[in-house]
């Protein structure tokens, strides 16, 4: 049974930085493409980040020299480390990979 588990979100300043966290599990992590995504409110679900199996990254130009994606596939844990929030970044942030999702993990940007 696949399973995705994010942490790591919380409340932070503009400016600010945190890191996400999605472990995996029941399936083989190293051979998958990963996505962060991301759903603000009262926005259409929007993908943010990227990492193929060989470790190319891709992202949102909203969050390109921002946000970076990584992977650990010993620990079978996706990062998505972000920096410089803004406001705009509040949203449910939710690991995703071919059809499974994780619950999401909130992010709220405000001063």
């Known amino acids: 049974q696949v399973q995705l588990v994010e942490s790591g979100g919380g409340a932070v300043q503009p400016g600010g930085s945190l890191r996400l966290s999605c472990v995996a599990s029941g399936f083989t992590f190293s051979s998958y493409v990963m996505r962060w995504y991301r759903q603000g409110p009262g926005k259409e679900r929007e993908l943010v980040a990227s990492i193929s199996s060989g470790g190319a990254t891709d992202y949102a130009d909203s969050v390109k020299g921002r946000f970076t994606i990584s992977r650990d596939n010993a620990k079978r844990t996706v990062y998505l480390q972000m920096n410089s929030l803004k406001p705009e970044d509040t949203a449910v942030y939710s690991c995703?990979?071919?059809?499974?999702w994780g619950q999401g993990t909130q992010v709220t940007v405000s001063s």
């Open positions: 995703n990979t071919v059809v499974h």
